[in-house]
């Protein structure tokens, strides 16, 4: 599933929301404040919610799906400013790494393969509280300074939007 974006009325621009932009807000493989955006957003003093405000496509005609374009571009803004200021914040994000990830896994495997299934229940209780557990893998989009670029295209889609007279756009998930 991915995002789009569409304004509020038919334009010739394109309606650009990035693939890697769109992973990163599904938030794959982190959960809660442990996603990669939860991480961001905290690190650099960002309320990103506007971006898990969407809509599923036949979800057009409802008005408490569409945002200000103004506002939204003014948080597109922010974040890129942030992200110049900050650069190395990558550096401070937890991510799951391949060595903790395997040791987990070998004794779930072990657990679920032992004849005592109360030794599994209590592994599967632990999962989640486990420390690599809640981080998502690092697929290397934020240390490339791919996320900086993904916004820039999406901050040019949605200058294009301003310029032809949107006021405003919804994100879509589908």
């Known amino acids: 599933m991915n995002y789009f974006i569409q304004p509020d009325r038919e334009l010739d621009c394109p309606n650009d929301f990035p693939e890697g932009l769109s992973y990163f807000f599904e938030q794959v493989g982190g959960y809660g404040e442990g996603s990669e955006v939860a991480q961001v957003s905290g690190l650099l003093g960002l309320d990103l919610s506007a971006f898990q405000h969407y809509g599923y496509f036949d979800d057009e005609d ?3 799906f569409w945002q200000d374009l103004g506002g939204f571009i003014a948080l597109v803004d922010a974040f890129l400013r ?3 200021e900050e650069p190395h914040y990558y550096r401070a994000i937890n991510h799951r790494t391949p060595t903790n990830w395997e040791a987990t896994t070998e ?3 072990a657990t679920l393969l032992s004849p005592d299934t109360s030794m599994a229940y209590d592994l599967l209780a632990q999962l989640p509280k486990m420390p690599q557990n809640p981080y998502p893998e690092d697929r290397g989009y934020l240390s490339s300074g791919q996320l900086g670029q993904d916004l820039q295209t999406l901050r040019q889609t949605l200058a294009c ?5 949107a006021q405003k756009i919804m994100l879509i998930y589908g």
């Open 161 to 165: 939007y301003q310029q032809y007279g």
């Open 107 to 109: 004794q779930l495997e």
């Open 62 to 64: 409802e008005p408490q």
């Open 82 to 84: 942030r992200l110049a």
